[in-house]
């Protein structure tokens, strides 16, 4: 069966400093992925989403990057992090082809 | 492009009442929706699915949905609420990318 992983869980981080969130999936190949941040009352918002090694497209211009350096990880980051960046990360997977998405855990980052 | 109401960001029933949480659509192509649930600090996991197949859908736990086009309506419904229920919904539509609602946060009272 397939598996999605994400980490850390719970990640605070001083303004100016560096993230990498990382999102692994298990038991598929070739999957679409997708990075969501959620705020509170704000439902999902698409930051990222990818449907290859290297082909990253971006939903909402801002502070976060992703790279997929493979076929199953896909990794958030960014340089220089805003208070604004604080929230719940979420990472996601779906098969090619197909519209149902499943999700891991999340990541709540705090941005002090 | 597609968009997604719930109406009410909080619900609140009484144990054993019935669970009515509202999602309206609109879609400029034939929709896929769906119901997601939320329990604290964790992802989101897939309750039920509407793919063009039976308009009345069943999922997990005890819920289902209703997809009623001429409303444009996919109402999640439950017959009756388990204190296990407290968590929140999100109502996703998808069109040529799948769009959340903002969520409704559902509290069920003992």
């Known amino acids: 069966s397939q598996t999605i992983h994400q980490w850390p869980a719970t990640l605070v981080q001083p303004v100016g400093s560096p993230l990498s969130l990382e999102c692994t999936v298990e038991?598929?190949?070739?999957?679409?992925l997708y990075w969501y941040r959620q705020a509170a009352g704000r439902g999902l918002q698409l930051l990222f989403y990818?449907?290859?090694?290297?082909?990253i497209s971006s939903e909402v211009p801002q502070n976060l990057s992703a790279s997929r350096p493979q076929d199953r990880q896909f990794i958030l980051s960014s340089k220089k992090l805003l208070l604004s960046d604080s929230g719940f990360y979420l990472c996601?997977?779906?098969?090619?082809?197909?519209?149902?998405?499943?999700f891991g855990a999340g990541t709540r980052l705090s941005v002090l | 492009a597609q968009s997604v109401t719930q109406l009410g960001s909080h619900v609140s029933v009484s144990e054993g009442a019935l669970v009515l949480l509202r999602c309206n659509y609109s879609s400029s192509v034939p929709p896929y929706l769906f119901w997601y649930v939320q329990y604290p600090n964790q992802g989101l996991q897939l309750l039920l699915k509407?793919?063009?197949?039976?308009?009345l859908v069943k999922g997990i736990n005890g819920f289902e949905a209703e997809f009623k086009k001429s409303e444009t309506s996919f109402h999640l419904t439950k017959p009756s609420a388990h204190m296990s229920d407290a968590a929140e919904y999100f109502c996703a539509v998808h069109g040529n990318k799948l769009v959340f609602g903002a969520g409704t946060i559902l509290r069920v009272k003992s």
């Open positions: 038991g598929t190949s070739n999957p679409n």
């Open positions: 996601a997977w779906s098969s090619n082809g197909r519209n149902i998405q499943y």
């Open positions: 509407y793919t063009s197949a039976a308009t």
């Open positions: 990818s449907v290859g090694i290297g082909q």
